[in-house]
């Protein structure tokens, strides 16, 4: 299958100098995630994906660009000291004018292939998304359906199916929200069949739960608690996770989040990050 971005095509020399830029700015500094715009309508972010006190960790710079037509969207991958030190990520473009009622956006995964979503505002506080995709792993689509009421709560509900030369299967996802002045609260299912293959070509958790809750601590913080609980096909018993979280709304537009994850194996996830938009004036 043809590309849909052509990604024989080169960076720009300016582009890659900007990458370049984040990517040496990002190595001394101590969070994980930083944001700027250096120019109206394009905005960069760059993520440490290796630990803060390794020189050579390798990272990730978001890049988009906004033009009359629609956005154009892509992510670089930085390795220091390797051949190839700029290695192009998934890549999107959305249409500035809707379709039908709704947005349009095609994108080019990484690993080849091509996505075509659309979604759009159904009226009475009903939304639609949905979602073809074929890739080297699979072909797919998906269709979430939200509904807004106006007592605070949120229903979502998502079918998704995938077909491989030797199998197809399907998954499915049910959740509910409450917004309750300073805090909401989440509970949510899901399931897959054992033939459903995912995106990322790994088998989907045959039977899962997640609760979690939200809550305004001051005006300017939040703190999050999650609790998921699955079972995975062929696994004999189940597996469960709980993650807290904070935010903080930081002076000039900037925030910093924090997250901490254990799970039932006593593994241990940390991550920080500070989000500090830089625009030109």
């Given at each position: 299958?043809?590309?849909?971005?052509?990604?024989?095509?080169?960076?720009?020399?300016?582009?890659?100098?900007?990458?370049?830029?984040?990517?040496?700015?990002?190595?001394?500094?101590?969070?994980?995630?930083?944001?700027?715009?250096?120019?109206?309508?394009?905005?960069?972010?760059?993520?440490?994906?290796?630990?803060?006190?390794?020189?050579?960790?390798?990272?990730?710079?978001?890049?988009?660009?906004?033009?009359?037509?629609?956005?154009?969207?892509?992510?670089?991958?930085?390795?220091?000291?390797?051949?190839?030190?700029?290695?192009?990520?998934?890549?999107?473009?959305?249409?500035?004018?809707?379709?039908?009622?709704?947005?349009?956006?095609?994108?080019?995964?990484?690993?080849?292939?091509?996505?075509?979503?659309?979604?759009?505002?159904?009226?009475?506080?009903?939304?639609?998304?949905?979602?073809?995709?074929?890739?080297?792993?699979?072909?797919?689509?998906?269709?979430?359906?939200?509904?807004?009421?106006?007592?605070?709560?949120?229903?979502?509900?998502?079918?998704?199916?995938?077909?491989?030369?030797?199998?197809?299967g399907s998954r499915w996802?049910?959740?509910?929200?409450?917004?309750?002045?300073?805090?909401?609260?989440?509970?949510?299912?899901?399931?897959?069949?054992?033939?459903?293959?995912?995106?990322?070509?790994?088998?989907?958790?045959?039977?899962?739960?997640?609760?979690?809750?939200?809550?305004?601590?001051?005006?300017?913080?939040?703190?999050?608690?999650?609790?998921?609980?699955?079972?995975?096909?062929?696994?004999?018993?189940?597996?469960?996770?709980?993650?807290?979280?904070?935010?903080?709304?930081?002076?000039l537009r900037a925030s910093?989040?924090?997250?901490?994850?254990?799970?039932?194996?006593?593994?241990?996830?940390?991550?920080?990050?500070?989000?500090?938009?830089?625009?030109?004036?």
């Amino acid at each position: 299958m043809s590309s849909l971005f052509q990604p024989h095509l080169r960076i720009p020399a300016a582009l890659l100098l900007m990458f370049a830029a984040a990517h040496a700015d990002a190595q001394s500094a101590p969070p994980s995630r930083a944001v700027m715009v250096p120019a109206p309508g394009v905005q960069l972010s760059y993520e440490r994906l290796g630990p803060g006190d390794d020189p050579e960790a390798p990272g990730r710079v978001d890049g988009s660009v906004a033009t009359p037509a629609g956005t154009l969207r892509t992510t670089i991958r930085a390795t220091p000291n390797e051949e190839r030190s700029f290695e192009r990520g998934d890549t999107s473009f959305e249409l500035s004018k809707g379709i039908l009622g709704g947005r349009v956006q095609f994108r080019e995964p990484e690993a080849g292939g091509a996505v075509a979503a659309w979604r759009a505002k159904l009226g009475a506080g009903l939304a639609a998304n949905t979602e073809a995709e074929r890739t080297p792993v699979r072909s797919g689509h998906a269709l979430q359906l939200q509904q807004d009421f106006d007592d605070g709560h949120i229903a979502r509900a998502l079918v998704s199916s995938s077909r491989t030369p030797t199998a197809q299967g399907s998954r499915w996802d049910v959740e509910v929200d409450r917004i309750d002045g300073l805090t909401r609260w989440s509970a949510g299912v899901q399931g897959a069949e054992s033939s459903y293959v995912s995106a990322s070509g790994a088998r989907e958790a045959r039977t899962g739960v997640r609760l979690g809750t939200q809550w305004v601590l001051l005006p300017q913080s939040r703190m999050e608690l999650r609790y998921t609980r699955q079972m995975q096909w062929f696994a004999s018993e189940p597996a469960s996770s709980i993650m807290v979280g904070t935010r903080f709304d930081l002076p000039l537009r900037a925030s910093l989040a924090t997250a901490v994850e254990t799970d039932t194996d006593a593994h241990h996830k940390a991550s920080v990050t500070l989000t500090v938009p830089l625009e030109a004036r």
